[in-house]
């Protein structure tokens, strides 16, 4: 199963290589991580997705990124509301009588075209997981050239109720 794991621990040098050996040492992947400093300067918020075998394993980790003496709190936002956000840079090949229909895709998608080659486009999106993948699959069968995505950042929403996607708000006149 996949887990999101938050952590805020102290900005300093190691830290970050500290806690990703913790993981290593017990075997578990790493699917994603993202790493940033928060609001205050002293302190980065990290993020990870990790898949583990069972619950007893999310909490043997969580009790041992606590031990850690740089870490000032740890949580399991998995089954939390949460705003939860991914990028992605991709790259692929287009010819310019295909360009017209990938920019429309793109769009559809809310992502933006960022360059233009003579014979490739790179494109940014954001989004939930789902999103991304779903441009990925629809951009594959032009040829990727390249992709480089952040993996999940996230926190918990402001309240504990579902909240109201504001990109999916539709005024009514």
């Not at 938050?6 to 790493?35: D, K, M, P, Q």
């Not at 090949?93 to 490739?120: C, H, K, M, W, Y």
């Amino acid at each position: 199963m996949k887990r999101t794991i938050t952590a805020l621990v102290n900005n300093s040098s190691g830290v970050l290589n500290r806690i990703t050996g913790l993981f290593a040492r017990r075997h578990y992947n790493i699917e994603s991580i993202t790493v940033g400093m928060t609001e205050n300067p002293a302190i980065s918020r990290m993020t990870f997705v990790v898949a583990v075998d069972s619950m007893q394993n999310v909490e043997q980790v969580i009790k041992q990124l606590n031990k850690q003496v740089d870490v000032l709190k740890v949580k399991d936002i998995t089954d939390e509301s949460i705003v939860a956000r991914e990028l992605a840079l991709i790259k692929i090949l287009v010819t310019p009588q295909q360009r017209g229909e990938v920019v429309a895709l793109v769009n559809t998608f809310r992502a933006s075209t960022i360059d233009v080659g003579r014979e490739s486009l790179t494109i940014q999106i954001t989004g939930d997981h789902q999103k991304v993948e779903a441009l990925i699959d629809l951009l594959r069968p032009y040829g990727i050239k390249e992709l480089a995505r952040t993996g999940i950042t996230a926190f918990n929403r402001s309240t504990k109720k579902s909240a109201i996607d504001p990109h999916r708000l539709t005024l009514i006149n």
